[in-house]
């Protein structure tokens, strides 16, 4: 039997890396990529054949357009035609607030989050569509609860770029529906992952916001992925244009 084959971006670690090695466990084969850290992709991918399943890492800067294509043919020649995608890489600046917010920081936020989603669920519209094999077909994108909540304080310009993930999602999944293809949305809440020391700079967010969450405590990068790979799944198989909130009450 044919697996199906997902390329996550971003894969290498949080949300990324716990669903490539979450889908390796449910017989997907894997394409990992990553823009800078090949030791933790290899890791990722040593899970992932540990699961049973084929997988390879590769780099690729996701605001790239040029690396973007690449990155695609790559996963195509390595594992076969692409059944999944999941558009996760993503930043977040330094948080504070707009009016301390330095242009760069924005500008290179905007650049991965929205330009290079974009141009991520372009190129996966176009594999899955010339990948014509009947139901089955599924994009998720990574957006976020800032959306909804506006972040103010902390980062309003990461907001704003997954409001566009959300609008991004809604649309493609009109237009992407007649070809088969599902286009769903996971908006996580406040997650444990290293993306709060490495991209906002501050390492005790998660314990400062926690108890202002509802359910009082952070989710895991495992219980985002279990709904990335429900909404990559044939469970969900009459479920598009959604963007499913896994934010423990927020």
Same mark, same amino acid.
């Given at each position: 039997?044919?697996?199906?084959?997902?390329?996550?971006?971003?894969?290498?670690?949080?949300?990324?890396?716990?669903?490539?090695?979450?889908?390796?466990?449910?017989?997907?084969?894997?394409?990992?990529?990553?823009?800078?850290?090949?030791?933790?992709?290899?890791?990722?991918?040593? %899970?992932? !054949? &540990? *699961?049973? /399943?084929?997988?390879?890492?590769?780099? +690729?800067?996701?605001?790239?357009?040029?690396? #973007?294509?690449?990155?695609?043919?790559?996963?195509?020649?390595?594992?076969?035609?692409?059944?999944?995608?999941?558009?996760?890489?993503?930043?977040?600046?330094?948080?504070?607030?707009?009016?301390?917010?330095?242009?760069?920081?924005?500008?290179?936020?905007?650049?991965?989050?929205?330009?290079?989603?974009?141009?991520? %669920?372009? !190129? &996966? *519209?176009? /594999?899955?569509?010339?990948?014509?094999? +009947?139901?089955?077909?599924?994009?998720?994108? #990574?957006?976020?609860?800032?959306?909804?909540?506006?972040?103010?304080?902390?980062?309003?310009?990461?907001?704003?770029?997954?409001?566009?993930?959300?609008?991004?999602?809604?649309?493609?999944?009109?237009?992407?529906?007649g070809h088969g293809i599902r286009v769903n949305a996971v908006a996580p809440g406040i997650t444990e992952t290293e993306i709060h020391a490495l991209s906002t700079g501050e390492a005790g967010r998660v314990a400062r916001l926690a108890p202002m969450i509802p359910m009082k405590r952070a989710g895991t990068a495992d219980e985002i992925a279990e709904a990335v790979l429900f909404l990559l799944s044939d469970a969900s198989r009459y479920t598009t244009g959604i963007i499913m909130?896994?934010?423990?009450?927020?």
């Open positions: 039997m044919t697996r199906p084959v997902l390329l996550v971006t971003g894969g290498s670690r949080g949300i990324g890396a716990a669903t490539c090695i979450m889908a390796a466990g449910r017989g997907y084969d894997v394409a990992v990529n990553y823009q800078s850290n090949a030791k933790a992709a290899a890791g990722v991918v040593a %899970a992932c !054949e &540990a *699961a049973g /399943a084929k997988a390879v890492a590769l780099q +690729g800067d996701m605001a790239d357009a040029t690396d #973007i294509t690449r990155v695609f043919a790559k996963a195509k020649a390595a594992l076969g035609p692409l059944t999944h995608v999941v558009n996760n890489a993503g930043i977040t600046g330094k948080s504070g607030p707009l009016a301390e917010a330095e242009i760069a920081v924005i500008c290179e936020c905007i650049d991965v989050n929205v330009t290079g989603a974009i141009l991520v %669920a372009r !190129e &996966a *519209a176009r /594999a899955l569509i010339a990948n014509g094999g +009947g139901e089955g077909r599924a994009i998720v994108n #990574i957006s976020s609860v800032a959306a909804e909540l506006g972040s103010p304080g902390e980062y309003v310009w990461y907001a704003a770029s997954k409001g566009a993930v959300d609008s991004l999602t809604i649309g493609l999944a009109k237009e992407l529906a909130k896994v934010a423990g009450g927020r």
